[in-house]
């Protein structure tokens, strides 16, 4: 069960912005799938300027401290957001993992 919230207001991306946010996106849910235990994930974007924000957040009940270094998926991600001038954080909360990516849009 995937819930996709859209920003507020109209947001206009380069495709590098786009395709980077869109493959972040698909990582982070591919992982939700695999590995949380859970059975639902929520991808959430708003924009504040400058930045847009999407945040992925699943409610699985494997949560422990992601290690970016010991597989592809989580560095992928954060090579993706520092590709386009944005950051990507990992955060394990009670219930599941929350993926937050901000890219600064001009």
């Known amino acids: 069960n995937?819930?996709?919230?859209?920003p507020a207001e109209t947001v206009r991306l380069t495709p590098g912005i786009l395709l980077n946010m869109y493959r972040i996106a698909q990582e982070a849910i591919t992982n939700a799938l695999k590995?949380?235990?859970g059975d639902r994930v929520s991808v959430?974007?708003?924009f504040a300027a400058p930045l847009l924000r999407m945040v992925i957040v699943d409610n699985g009940t494997k949560g422990s401290a992601p290690d970016v270094g010991t597989g592809?998926?989580?560095?992928?991600m954060?090579?993706?957001a520092r590709e386009i001038g944005g950051d990507c954080t990992f955060v394990t909360q009670e219930a599941g993992m929350a993926v937050r990516v901000e890219v600064p849009i001009t």
């Open 35 to 37: 590995h949380s235990g």
């Open 72 to 76: 592809y998926g989580l560095r992928n």
């Open 2 to 6: 995937v819930i996709v919230e859209p």
């Open 78 to 80: 954060t090579f993706r």
């Open 44 to 46: 959430t974007f708003s």
